[in-house]
């Protein structure tokens, strides 16, 4: 049987030490490399990020309010850059010089057509 430990023992905030194959360390740590892009987020699991994290709830005979406050925020920050990086990205918005000759082409394009129905209605 496991003995419960305190927060004395276990840091349950920002600092709270995570197991990954590919990290290990602080999570606060995890957040400003991935921010700083030296860590790609596409290769950290958050759902083993959590379950580490409840497994070690699970044992605490006490817990902080404050501590929790921070793994959500940063579990929310890690959660909201993840589905970033895996949503499509936007079209850059087009020119308005490359609009006006894409409706120019289209007009050239629509009179070539009439041209070409009035030439084989002369035929």
């Known amino acids: ?8 023992d ?3 905030g920002a600092g709270y030490a995570v197991t990954l194959p590919v990290y290990e360390g602080p999570l606060d740590l995890l957040l400003r490399m991935i921010e700083t892009q030296e860590m790609d987020i596409s290769v950290v699991s958050l759902m083993s990020v ?3 994290y409840l497994r070690t709830l699970n044992q605490l005979e006490e817990i902080e ?3 929790l406050a921070e793994f959500l925020v940063i579990a929310s920050r890690l959660l909201y850059i993840k589905s970033y ?3 499509p990205k936007p079209r850059p918005p087009v020119d308005d ?4 000759s894409g409706d120019a082409l289209v007009r050239q394009l629509l009179e070539y057509r009439r041209f070409k129905e009035a030439a084989s209605a002369l035929r």
């Open 1 to 8: 049987m496991t003995t419960p430990i305190s927060n004395r």
């Open 50 to 52: 959590t379950d580490q």
């Open 65 to 67: 309010a404050g501590a």
């Open 85 to 87: 990086h895996l949503l």
């Open 97 to 100: 010089e490359e609009e006006a």
């Open 10 to 12: 276990q840091t349950l």
